[in-house]
């Protein structure tokens, strides 16, 4: 296994929590990934990484994958999905769980805010979209288990494909490229037709934060 795993592929998993995630994604739709990633920094691991999982099409047989609770991102900062997902206080946006969603599996009265108060607009595949950030809950837990995942996994770089003026790349990488990788992807980079984890991912914020768990091992 060790030998084998290289990538390692980050979703969004357009649900919003966890426990939704794990219905829609093994009980509907009879896919699969390694872990799950709650908005209150909760991570659930739901296969070992010597099995393969169903999540990332021909990254399968090379990658660990993750679905990070996250209603997603849309082509309008007014999309109905946003509107319906996010509500505004004093203190800036919040998530706002929909009543259709009975149980949402989280902490009683916890609150989940984007790291980032502003919504952030950005290009994946030559769309332009627009999505609110992730919790600072959910980068510090994926920051521990990447760095976690390049330690026992030797040939798993902490790196994301770069584009030629050294920015992360927005666009799926060409075979031969996908061939080639050793490291951190997005959905995107291995798909065409996908767009996660969309442009409010912060890839520099979890390849800082990785190293900084990584460096502080003895």
């Not at 991570?43 to 099995?51: A, F, I, K, V």
């Not at 490291?183 to 037709?193: I, R």
């Not at 979890?206 to 990584?214: I, N, S, T």
Request: proline share 6%; aromatic share 10%.
């Amino acid at each position: 296994m060790q030998g084998v795993v290289d990538q390692f592929v980050i979703h969004y998993d357009v649900c919003g929590t966890a426990r939704q995630c794990f219905k829609i994604l093994h009980d509907h739709r009879k896919l699969s990934v390694h872990f799950l990633l709650d908005v209150d920094g909760t991570l659930y691991q739901t296969l070992d990484l010597r099995e393969r999982a169903w999540h990332a099409t021909k990254a399968n047989d090379r990658a660990v994958g993750i679905e990070i609770a996250h209603i997603g991102a849309y082509p309008r900062q007014d999309h109905r999905t946003l509107v319906e997902w996010y509500r505004h206080d004093d203190q800036g946006p919040l998530i706002r769980f929909p009543p259709w969603m009975k149980t949402t599996g989280l902490p009683s009265g916890f609150v989940g805010r984007p790291a980032r108060p502003e919504i952030v607009r950005g290009t994946v595949q030559g769309q332009d979209l627009w999505q609110y950030d992730f919790t600072e809950p959910q980068y510090a837990a994926l920051a521990k288990l990447t760095a976690t995942l390049s330690s026992v996994l030797p040939n798993l770089r902490l790196e994301v494909p770069r584009d030629a003026a050294g920015g992360v790349r927005t666009k799926a990488l060409t075979a031969t490229e996908f061939d080639a990788w050793q490291g951190l992807l997005g959905h995107f980079h291995v798909q065409t037709n996908k767009t996660d984890p969309g442009p409010a991912f912060d890839w520099q914020r979890l390849l800082r934060e990785a190293a900084g768990v990584g460096a502080g091992r003895p």
